[in-house]
């Protein structure tokens, strides 16, 4: 048993890291504004291969696939006024930029493209994840719960990569295809933490309020950090970049005056952490993760969002909650450890 734990866990590491190489990969889209170079899903330009060239294209190809994409919509807008967004789904049908059609552009069709097969790669990955967790439905039921519902979840987030797509980056399903992301690594590192032979990265007990504090925090921050890069988004169309910062607003006032609560809670955190000497690689891994995290964030708002530091920022982030959701996990396993113990 062992040896299948040994090879869950590295199949179940592999997994987590590849998921943070597309959100990298999802941010470098976003910030080069490739998002739409695939017209379609989850073809790109009718094609498994796409074109390189605008030549390869029909001359109508802008209100062909802007009619593809309301067709689409409609059923969409079907899904969503059975659940109750009446307005949104009005306004996926009415809003005229969200038929707009962009020009062909060959490197932003392969970046958006490069992109999906990342994303292609994870989804056959966390099939071979779910495939491997049958081996604990007997002994560990939860893992293999937990792994089929990864699966799951990963084909939804598929489908809402598709209305991304479909809705012309409509701001709130880029909004929820991030918390989705964050659900995915957290359930990931459930597997990792669970499946890990190796001792616990504790050697005391830590605070699980302030865990989980720490953790809630984490995922408001980059909640509204998605809400600004909504913001950025629209005001790409038509300002300069230098004139960005200026124009945010209050999305942009909020998110940055609530990195001090994350700050002072993550500084709380690995104080304690350090305070634990065995724990201090970890301790100081996070604390100059959160250090990285913040003035990456800093460096965006004092240098006009530089495109390199986009992408960096939302990977920093992503992978501080996943280290948080570890210690979390940990934090539970040596609780349960000390009580049986005692």
Same mark, same amino acid.
């Given at each position: ?58 001359? %109508? ?171 950025? %988004? ?109």
């Amino acid at each position: 048993m062992s040896k299948i734990r040994r090879s869950f866990y590295r199949l179940s590491l592999t997994t987590l890291i590849a998921v943070y190489v597309l959100i990298a990969v999802g941010g470098i889209v976003r910030t080069t504004g490739s998002g739409m170079g695939c017209p379609d899903w989850p073809k790109c330009f009718g094609r498994w291969v796409p074109p390189t060239d605008v030549s390869e294209l029909p001359d %109508d190809y802008k209100s062909y696939y802007s009619e593809y994409r309301h067709k689409k919509n409609l059923k969409y807008a079907r899904y969503l006024s059975a659940l109750g967004f009446e307005e949104t789904a009005q306004r996926l049908i009415t809003d005229e930029a969200v038929r707009e059609e962009t020009e062909f552009n060959a490197t932003k069709t392969w970046i958006e493209y490069f992109n999906r097969l990342t994303g292609a790669t994870i989804g056959i990955l966390i099939f071979a994840v779910a495939v491997a967790s049958w081996r604990f439905r007997s002994t560990q039921p939860r893992m293999t719960v937990v792994a089929v519902s990864t699966l799951l979840l990963v084909g939804f987030q598929g489908w809402i990569g598709s209305v991304v797509v479909s809705s012309n980056l409509t701001p709130w399903t880029i909004t929820l295809h991030m918390f989705l992301a964050l659900v995915i690594i957290g359930l990931l590192v459930y597997l990792v933490s669970k499946s890990r032979e190796m001792g616990s990265i504790l050697s005391a007990p830590i605070a699980k309020g302030l865990v989980l504090a720490c953790l809630s925090v984490l995922i408001i921050q980059v909640l509204m950090g998605t809400k600004v890069r909504e913001v950025v %988004d629209q005001l790409a169309v038509r300002l300069d970049r230098s004139e960005w910062i200026a124009n945010l607003g209050a999305d942009f006032i909020i998110h940055r005056s609530f990195s001090w609560v994350v700050v002072i809670l993550m500084g709380a955190l690995v104080v304690r952490l350090w305070l634990t000497q065995a724990n201090r690689t970890f301790a100081a891994t996070l604390g100059l993760l959160a250090l990285a995290t913040v003035l990456s964030g800093a460096g965006m708002a004092y240098w006009s969002v530089p495109a390199a530091l986009q992408p960096l920022h939302l990977v920093l982030a992503s992978v501080m909650f996943g280290m948080l959701v570890l210690l979390l996990m940990e934090t539970n396993k040596f609780t349960k450890e000390g009580i049986l113990k005692r």
